[in-house]
């Protein structure tokens, strides 16, 4: 007689075959979510990042020649906007004696209006760097830069230079330097530090070189032609640019929120450290922009006083670099710490060199902690959110930093006037970039849920 029952063996074995496929997706869920979950007091974010950002396709080569001729390329993109502005000395000093109507202070909008708008497109051109419009603003902002550098010569009246020199150049480098810095995570993973440390050196190089070089011209072919040789110098930077930077051919496509300001909002991370550079950029370029005036102030002639600029810049370019090897292995954001409290100290201190060389040596220390800052700026953002949103939350942050670019600066100028001195300029320089110090530790803090941990 035939049973009509199943056989026990073969229901267990029916059983075993379909639970067996269940458990297996949950190991590999379980396994997946290891990679971001970690204990609250020894969090690796940069490792955090890496696990949300994409898949095994998707990372990044950290080396070889394409992506160094990338880094090389951002580095001129660099030259030709933030090495531009930093030689921006040489224009306030001419400006101010031939122009008519210029004063000290209204010629110094003129250069903090460049430094703002660096950063103030930073939210449209990220958008369009994250849904693959790169090459658009990079071609866009290169184009308007130079063809405005060569209209500075035909400028001869001070609302002319504003609008050319202050709102479109600014505005121009806005679509070139910003998007540059979001390509690096694409090339760069466990060398990003040093990656971006050398693209900052560009930078650093322009503010040393142009300087000089603007110095010579002016006194050799005079203003016209010394704008328009500068003109076809950025021309050649900005055609190189835009030649080798380049996003990976390999591109994960990820769906962009419906409201991606929302998410980077609600990051409380980023807009803590939002806040930190915004009010580090109040006090951090007012040495800067008054070591030349203050060396004048202790009886160094003009021919020699704009040297503290030129010292500050090239040791600069040291710590872009060196802060960036040592982010790598310390982690970004604790490098820029450290950093931007020495930066702090030696703007406290600069006041009270009395002397041309106790000066340079202030100079060359606070250039040294504060090339960290540029450097590794970017680079800390880099692991606050996932690469397919870098864009936005770098063009983000630079937006709102732009208020503290725009009127550091002159917020120093006329606290000279009223003080009389540099004793308080130098207090407002060191305590903003103090508390900036300070917000930087509190972002550190909620990242890393805990005091430990590389960031």
Avoid at 340 to 362: D, E, G, T
Avoid at 411 to 427: C, K, P, R, T
Wanted: charged share 15%; proline share 5%; aromatic share 12%.
């Amino acid at each position: 007689m035939t049973s009509t029952f199943p056989d026990v063996n073969e229901t267990r074995s029916t059983t075993l075959t379909e639970v067996e496929p269940s458990l297996a997706t949950r190991e590999r869920d379980n396994d997946t979510k290891s990679e971001v979950e970690e204990k609250p007091g020894d969090i690796d974010v940069e490792k955090t990042a890496k696990a949300v950002s994409g898949s095994q396709s998707d990372v990044p080569p950290d080396g070889g020649f394409a992506a160094w001729l990338v880094i090389f390329g951002c580095a001129c993109g660099g030259f030709a906007t933030f090495g531009f502005a930093n030689a921006f000395g040489v224009f306030q000093a001419y400006y101010q004696d031939r122009i008519p109507g210029a004063t000290q202070s209204t010629v110094a909008w003129i250069g903090s209006l460049q430094y703002c708008l660096i950063f103030l497109p930073g939210l449209p051109s990220g958008h369009m760097t994250d849904k693959g419009w790169l090459k658009l603003p990079l071609l866009t902002g290169s184009l308007v830069l130079v063809a405005a550098t060569f209209l500075i010569a035909e400028c001869k009246e001070l609302w002319q230079l504003i609008l050319c020199q202050g709102f479109a150049i600014g505005g121009a480098a806005g679509f070139v330097f910003p998007p540059s810095l979001t390509v690096v995570p694409q090339w760069f993973d466990k060398r990003r530090g040093q990656a971006y440390g050398l693209l900052a050196i560009g930078s650093a190089v322009g503010g040393t070189t142009l300087p000089i070089i603007l110095r010579k011209l002016l006194d050799s072919v005079g203003f016209e032609w010394t704008v328009r040789i500068l003109g076809f110098i950025l021309l050649g930077l900005l055609a190189i640019f835009n030649v080798l930077v380049q996003p990976r051919k390999i591109y994960q496509k990820h769906e962009v929120p419906k409201t991606p300001l929302g998410t980077l909002f609600k990051n409380k991370p980023l807009m803590i450290y939002t806040a930190a550079i915004t009010i580090v950029w109040l006090g951090m370029y007012t040495p800067l922009g008054f070591f030349d005036v203050s060396a004048q102030r202790i009886g160094v002639p003009p021919s020699r006083s704009f040297y503290t600029i030129v010292a500050a810049n090239a040791s600069s370019g040291v710590g872009r670099f060196s802060s960036g090897f040592w982010a790598d292995y310390l982690g970004s954001m604790n490098v820029l710490i450290l950093f931007s409290s020495i930066a702090a100290v030696m703007a406290i201190c600069w006041p009270y060199a009395h002397s041309f060389p106790s000066l340079l040596v202030v100079a060359i220390l606070y250039g040294f902690a504060s090339g960290a800052f540029i450097s590794l700026l970017p680079s800390a953002i880099s692991f606050m959110v996932p690469r397919h949103q870098l864009g936005r939350a770098i063009g983000l942050s630079g937006t709102i930093m732009a208020v503290g670019a725009l009127v550091g600066n002159p917020i120093a100028g006329q606290i000279l006037i009223v003080s009389g001195g540099f004793d308080a300029v130098g207090a407002w320089s060191g305590g903003t970039i103090f508390i900036s110090v300070i917000l930087m530790m509190v972002s550190r803090r909620l990242a890393l849920g805990g005091w430990k941990g590389k960031y």
